[in-house]
């Protein structure tokens, strides 16, 4: 029973890392700008599919391919935010919310006219035999992604606490004037924090693929679970992210093993509706915080 | 003035003979059929084989001299995947075009939707896609046929060999799609003909990542065998943690597993995955002596040298859908009661892409469990099984 719930729990945080990233994605815009910029999942279809560009179609080495495909994503997020975000600085929040999505939908565009419609797939970062755990198997690359995730979450943290870039990237989205008035860069703030979360998003994509294979149309979706998970955690709350995110992928897992698969996305949302109900602002943000926010 | 319209006469008279030759050589009137596909929207990967399928079929058609010298003229209309446009096309072909008959849709729901019209107008539909009640049941569709093979004849072609094999207890993986809830409903219901079990059933959606708990709890289950009915990435995902959790029991796909680039995504992992697939994608490893052989290697090589792309199952679907009303235009000429009648009574060992197709009034389809053969992957390529 035990190996049962072992495979079951590893499944879900693999699949939670994912959500994890993208959830985190969303928080750093929306910490630098309160944009929720819904192009998030089509960041990490980017990742996938780059990397296979670079690895298996130009078959450059490894780590050639990984710093070229992040490159890539923050070309992507920066020319985002310089083309459709910065020329309507002072737009209604909700108005720049839709561009997100228009920009969501372009980019698949151009996802599906280069790619075209069929999976890709590259091998895992490491051959081998997958890890035994108490009966439980774990493909190696499952804790790659687990890894990988974890380590984007540290130096996030370390970044955003101990850095001043980060430091200064929080006064933005505290209070932008007074921000301005410390002589931060605002506009360029807002600007990394683009390319920041497209690279982030691309990390987890890059990760993933060789488990989940990628095609041009998986961002949608991604943006969606990525999305409850930083609901559930609160908005804006890193630590709430990875919570939400590891949350949803085991709460799915779980569902599909110990009660249907035919359940398993009905019951993540059922718990994230509870959780709204009883604490609106999310897990881990306060009521105080709530009130602060522009959307 | 007078030497500039002299120039215009003498070419308009030379314009004006070569056209005349040009309908001297085809002197009798084209045999228009319409062709309702799916060329755009989320049903294009099936619409766009049957597409250029349809288009080469009227150009080699043509090039031979037509049907009995009446050179054929397919009208293609784009359904955009969706109904309703489906409809609006039917009728302008009807119409407008005045067509014989209409070879597609390309989906099952375009295809019902066009039931009750093509009854109405009393001219034949020779749909390409694969739902039962397209042709069921067959004395509401007097008009209706259509050339996919059965999903059911895919199972029992499964489970037939399933039996062979000693395997009785069987875990089911479903995608939550249409293709996939047909697929869990023929596997259910059929399992008692075969003496086959059931004792897991479990489903995944279209995007989602892994499936390694739903194989976990059919591991689990005491399934000799697990069987997969899904089109799209999810089959590779599947065969990729069924390889991953070393589950120790045969994977069995649907006849949605028929493309090379599902080998080549999945691997290593794909290594003893049993399908049964329609003989169109294993033709150069049949015998000299199957009757479809000859047809499918010149459709699949002249596909390949046109259009540098392989034409898959779909494609054969409009292949079949094509020839079988030329066949019936050869035979009877333009009559559209003629042509049904023929489609119904005269096709009878006929070969296609599909099958060996055998339409009498109670199947409009013709097609078997025999139209598939049993293929395990075997050294990154297809390999038949006896």
New interface residues.
Partial sequence: MLTVFLQFLFSGLTVGAVYALVAIGFNITYNATSIINLAQGEFVVIGGLMMWFFSESLKLPFFVSVALTIITAGIVGLLMERLTIKPLKNADLLLMIMITIAVSIVLRGILMLSFGKEPYVYPAFTEGEPVNVYGAIIQQQALWVIGITGFCIVVLFLFFKKTMMGKAMLACAVNPTAAKLVGINVSQMVMFSFVLSAIVGAIGGMAITPISLMEYDKGPMLAVKGFCAAIMGGLGSNRGAVLGGFLIGVLESMTAGYIHSGSKDAVALVILLLILFLKPSGLFVSKTMLQLRKF | MKRASGKFFVVSVAVLSVCLLCVNAFAKEPYKIGALLAVTGPA??LGEPEKNTALMLQDQINKTGGINGHPLEIIIEDTKSDETSAVLSAKKLLENDKVLAIIGPSTTGESMALVPIMNNAKTPLVSCAAGAPITQPANERYWIFKTPQYDTSAVEAIYGYMKKQGISKVGI?TI?TGFGDAGKKALQSIAPKYGMTIVAE????P????M???L??IK?SGAQAVINWSV??GQ??VT?NWY???MGIPLYQSHGWGSK?NIE?A?KAAEGVIAPLGRLVVWDKLSDKNPQKALLKKYTQDYEARYKSEPGTFGGHAYDSIMMLVDALKKVGPDKKKIRDYMETKIKNWPGTGGIFNMSKNDHCGLDKNAFEMVVVKNGDWSLLK
């Fill in positions: 294009s990967f993986i939550s479990e489903k995944y959606g995007k989602d990542s892994d390694t708990t739903q976990t709890k689990v799209g990435p590779v995902i990729k991953a959790l070393r680039k995504l691997g």
